[in-house]
């Protein structure tokens, strides 16, 4: 489970089935929110636009993309600690919930500076989620973060 949260869009989660290389793209919060844009004259009422956020979906992933993360990208020790401290603290942050068969569970929470593992898990999922909505543009704005 991996939690997108980002400065300025609604945040998500991708919820990977590395059994069936399904993906399922959740938002947090509402469903729209309201964006006051500053007004251009003195004593105007600011603009109010409101945003939908996007609608939950899923999809399968390429079959590439399903082995590169199954098979390769392999995550090591580092790729479990927070490198906050290089980063800069701008309000961009993950978290990724590892759950194994075995029942162990492994929660960490990003700040800012990932790993390259990382950056590709990310990466491959948002690009993956562009491909299967096209139409979505919450997915196109998230993967400037990464990028």
Do not use: W
Request: include cysteine; hydrophobic fraction near 35%.
């Amino acid at each position: 489970i991996v939690n997108f949260h980002p400065s300025f869009i609604e945040s998500s989660t991708a919820i990977l089935d590395l059994h069936k290389g399904i993906v399922v793209f959740k938002r947090f919060g509402a469903k729209k929110s309201y964006r006051f844009e500053p007004p251009t004259k003195k004593n105007e009422f600011p603009d109010i636009k409101e945003i939908f956020a996007m609608e939950t979906v899923s999809f399968k992933l390429d079959p590439c993309d399903y082995a590169y993360i199954k098979d390769s990208l392999i995550f090591t020790d580092e790729d479990f600690i927070d490198k906050t401290s290089e980063g800069t603290l701008d309000g961009i942050g993950n978290s990724i919930l590892y759950l194994y068969e075995d029942g162990k569970i492994q929660d960490i929470d990003l700040s800012n500076s990932f790993t390259e593992n990382q950056t590709k898990l990310f990466t491959i999922l948002i690009d993956a989620a562009i491909i299967a909505h096209p139409q979505n543009t919450y997915f196109r704005n998230l993967i400037q973060y990464y990028r």
